[in-house]
DNA sequence: ACATCATAAGACCTCAATGTCCTTTTGTCA
DNA sequence: TGACAAAAGGACATTGAGGTCTTATGATGT
């Protein structure tokens, strides 16, 4: 019952990019570093990302990744699916032909009911959530005096 | 997020020790067989259960598996947690010291939620809940003609 | 054109989850 | 007490998640 480190440094890296206006270039190596993330692993998370259009990739040497459109417009479902696939929850739920004791199964009602309760909680929560959820932690944070982010390259490139 | 293998296991296996009263005796042999699920495994699950005193374990020629106590009094969380261990959701939120960003960030606040309404969810159904949803599920099928149980071996034995 | 530096792509490694197999220990019964 | 059949326990194989590394490819400035 754990959520996949992949999607856990694919929101990380959005709620990063999240707080720059939408189009603004991060490259990985800041978005690695700023985040914590380890950068060989997150070019994969951010490639699923790529393929769903939820980011966009710009290769040359002043290229990077972006967001592919508000956050408002991104879903956490829509990040959990392009990066781990289905929400499963149990193997057998999203294809019942694979188990011979699909619809016998209190098992199989239980997490299915589950499993609609968390993708409702991912469907109807958005990056921009999280976003604001930032800001708040950000502001009771910096009206305190605790120190800077790790690095001031998480402002997103100049072109 | 998944639910992982061992803990599924651990619930058929149960479901199908709580169709009996409880003391009633079950071979591993039979609970792999008439569960569909690896016999050799469903050991090591069974083994993690009686440490809870969620099931007991007896040796010998006539020993076998019995449930330790009232389907209502196992909660589908102690089922989770003595086969998994803590439902931790995101890996830093049982131990907010492993992450540098603890307490500053959204994510990790985000999930908090999610992972409470899990729990909430588990604490709040027994083996009883999964039981009563069985009960309804083969009512159903017997009224119609399904096939019957694989083993009848599934009954407990009479010691 | 070419050097530079970014992502793209894929090989490769490590480890934990999953699953199998075999030997040892233990309780029952003749 | 000895044979039997059950769980206990540990070694080992397989698979996928998580992570690293190297080479290819493309955009930019000179």
């Keep these: 019952m754990q959520v996949t480190r992949a999607v856990d440094y694919g929101l990380r890296a959005l709620i ?9 270039r991060f490259f990985l190596q800041d978005l690695a570093q700023d985040g914590g993330l380890p950068r060989n692993y997150l070019v994969k ?9 939820i980011v966009r990739s ?20 829509q990040v959990f699916e392009s990066i781990d696939g289905p929400v499963t929850v149990m193997h057998c739920l999203p294809d019942p032909g694979s188990c011979s004791y699909s619809g016998k199964c209190a ?27 930032q800001a708040k932690i950000d502001c009771s944070k910096n009206c305190a005096c ?11 490139r100049k072109g």
Excluded: Y
Aim: net charge neutral; proline share 5%.
């Design 16 to 24: 990063l990019m999240s707080r720059q206006p939408v189009g603004a």
């Design 45 to 53: 998370v951010l490639k699923s990302l790529a393929c769903a259009e």
């Design 58 to 77: 710009h290769r040359g040497i002043k290229g990077g990744f972006s967001l592919g459109r508000a956050p408002r417009e991104i879903s956490l479902r």
């Design 107 to 133: 098992a199989e009602v239980f997490f299915g009911q589950l499993r609609q309760s968390i993708l409702a909680n991912l469907e109807a929560h958005t990056l921009q959530d999280l976003l604001d959820l």
């Design 146 to 156: 605790h120190p800077e982010p790790a690095h001031a390259e998480t402002t997103a």
